[in-house]
């Protein structure tokens, strides 16, 4: 570690955004944190507290609605508020690298890695010549875990792993040795075992190489883990601020404990508790020797190996089922296939009733064309049971109501709503078709931990109260802690256990499951 | 490597495929128009001797199959019979009318291409701002006018106010390339303007996509400039999302040039073909359809090979 003082220094920084006509908004009030150099520092919040803008402002991408008031921001002393928009155009890549949330469409896919990473220095030939780029570039993906840098250089990024791609970005970031690095939530699309192993090449980074991160991130956990020292942001300012033991341990503000309390899933404040079937509940859901693949080839049909086979399993009605699983071991294929969307190429699924489905984005699986009205009165054509006009307006409360949503979204469009309200009236749609079982894939994951919560609850009053089964595929072992009596175990595209939650998560039987409950305990 | 070959040999057996279907298409369309092609050809006058004289001579009292596969098997080798109406080979005919409509539509697309990039680049750059607007709205307007109207608003404005280019003029391409090329550009130039505004369109949207991509971002944290980023990234990958829209008015353009042919007076295979169907002369009709069609199945099959060429997730789309 490098410690000299401090590497960034935000000082009374004021920003506002217009929005072409009325008073521009205030995003950042009066905001004021640093980063020492050669550490780790965790910026968090909830969605729309402005870490995004924070991180923003530092890098200067902001876009042209937004102005800075005032304050000052200085990189090794240097304000570069006071640069003209050349001078901080250079310092990017240069003196600070950022990785992003999301690196499945960061790199061009038109261009190999080589030349995607190439960029960054061909546009520096007075620092590096030409020569010895290809060099510097192998062994940057060298440090950032390739084996085989010289193939990787070659590859085309749609050949590459989510995990790979974020690693490529990390290099991109990182090629010219920068000062600081920003990392916004870089692990959140990935799942855990891939999360784990990024983090901990980000901390390597910090060590060996002594850049300093700026970690953001509304997983309390991971910046428990790898964070020197924490800052939380709440509407645009600090509120609190400590080395992340002690935000950890001792939150001083309410809104840091709020915040523990929901990434956490504090069951007992939030008031969430597994679903058990009853006794002599009936069975919903028979699952028996499912196979499916993705055939290939128009003429003829190239078989392909199949992406999950012999799969058995059975949901109780008020059944609350965990599916979890790494990246790619066919949980997804397995809930496409239980909809119907991939045709099985064995086996049978057979249901008492409908299936309904909740997925992972809630910003396209809602039409922006139309209210939230018409998605439910959609959904309730699409269900078979027509209700009667002077019936629907009842049913589109309760459901609403039981979603913890109101009448007056009924008229709201998607685009008006945040992504859990989204993610709610997602729920609602499943709702009105009165489903057997509800099969929810990653519900969670975009959405900040106040907003998982609230999800979380969400789903599990209606298992509760309505007995409504659930299927619930998630990376997240502390939501299947949470809601799941019953845990099933994927890995290529098999089941490889199953049986109730706690037993498995206590005493796990395969390598698998272990290696989900490791990457899980580092809480990323 | 290996992909690219795999890839060219899959799509070089769609392409024949597709022609083989073409063909028969082609084919058969004139083989089942109603009412007997020999008796519409020789008229009312003509005795049933003459008639079936005829009928013999063309091959009209064979099965349709055999008449499919001799038609083929001499199609392949060039030969299309003997027009009727001007007593040459088809394929002469063809070959000979081929440079104009070829090099009317190629300037044409020239210039669709050359004109529509910048402008979109222009645009994407600040969309919604008043250069943005501007164009947008001539481009509405040159959209809407119809290639032989402003065709003749072109010879007027060209003959009349700047007397430039002597329109109606017309030499072989072996006689005098230069002039041949320059009799070209002004009806080029008809069909592709309202073409431009469709590709602009297209473009400008694309680009504005691309401009807000996650890889331009990252491009932008790399120290990248706006212009680097939209000639290394934004450009190469709306063209390959345009291809498909590039090659739609490719076709669009051969059509067009039938029209305009017509107006500025030059020897096509427009002119040809209004002239086959005039005279009812079918060899030659059932020739000029299958080219152009053949054209327009070449056309896409150049087009996926290119974007195959820039865009290796289409290579291993097919092979993986």
Known sequence: MRYKGNILEVTGLNLSISNGSGVPARILKDLSFNIRSGEILGLIGNSGSGKTITSLTIAGLLSEVATVDSGEILLDGEDLLKKTPQERRRLLGEKIGIIFQDPSSALDPLQTVGSNLNEVLSIRSDVVNKEERRERILNMLKTVGFDDPDEIYGRYPHRLSGGQRQRVLIAGAALMNPALLIADEPTSSLDTVTAMSIMQLLHEMCQEMGISILFISHNLDAVHDFCDRVVVMKEGTVIDSDTSWDIMGQPKSSYTAELLTNSRLDTRTLGIKPGFASEDAETVLTVSGLSASYGKGRILRKRTPPIISGIDMEIKEGECVGLIGSSGCGKTTLVKTLLGLIPASSGTVSSSRKLAAVFQDPVSSLNPAHSIRWHLKEALRCSGKPLRKEEELPAFKKVLNDVGLDEIHLSRFPHQLSGGQRQKVSIAMCLIAEPSVIIADEPFSALDSSSQASIIKTLSDINHERGTAMLIVTHNLRVVRAMCSKLIVMDSGRIVESGLTETILNDPKTEATRALIEADLYGV | ?320
């Not at chain 2, 001579?57 to 001499?74: F, M």
């Not at chain 2, 005919?93 to 697309?109: H, K, Q």
């Not at chain 2, 002369?281 to 087009?303: N, R, W």
């Open chain 2, 1 to 320: 490597m290996g992909n690219r070959v795999k890839f060219a040999a899959g799509k070089l057996c769609e392409f024949l495929l597709t022609a083989l279907l073409v063909s028969f298409f082609t084919f058969a369309a004139f083989s089942i128009i109603p009412g007997d092609a020999a008796r519409v050809m020789l008229g009312t006058t003509a005795t049933e001797e003459q008639v079936e004289h005829l009928r013999t001579e063309l091959g009209l009292n064979e099965p349709l199959a055999q008449r499919y596969v001799s038609w083929l098997t001499s199609a392949m080798r060039g030969d299309f019979g003997k027009s009727l109406a001007f007593s040459e080979p088809v394929s002469e005919l063809i070959s000979s009318r081929l440079p104009v409509t070829l090099g009317m539509s190629l300037i044409a697309l020239i210039i669709v291409i050359v004109v529509s990039f910048p402008f979109a680049a222009v645009c994407s750059r600040r969309p919604g701002k008043f250069t943005d607007r501007a164009l947008s709205a001539a481009g509405h307007i040159l959209f809407a006018i119809p290639p032989f109207a402003l065709s003749m608003m072109l010879i007027i404005l060209f003959t009349r106010v700047f007397g430039i280019v002597a329109v109606g003029q017309y030499a072989r391409p072996s006689d005098d390339f230069g002039k041949f090329l320059s009799c070209l550009i002004l009806p080029a130039f008809c069909i592709a303007l309202p073409k431009i505004a469709m590709t602009f369109k297209f473009l400008r949207a694309s680009m504005i996509e691309y401009s807000a991509s996650d890889f331009a971002r990252t491009s932008k944290s790399h120290g990248l400039t706006d212009f680097m980023i939209l000639i290394k990234h934004i450009i190469p990958n709306s063209a390959v999302s345009s291809i498909t829209v590039i090659s739609l008015v490719l076709s669009d353009i051969m059509g067009g040039s039938l029209i305009v042919e017509q107006v500025f007076n030059l020897p096509g295979l427009g002119r040809l073909l209004l002239a086959a169907i005039s005279r009812r002369d079918f060899p030659l009709l059932s020739g000029i359809v299958f080219y152009l069609a053949l054209m327009t199945v070449v056309l896409y099959f150049m087009s996926d090979m290119i974007a195959a060429l820039i865009d290796p997730r289409i290579r291993d789309r097919r092979t993986s």
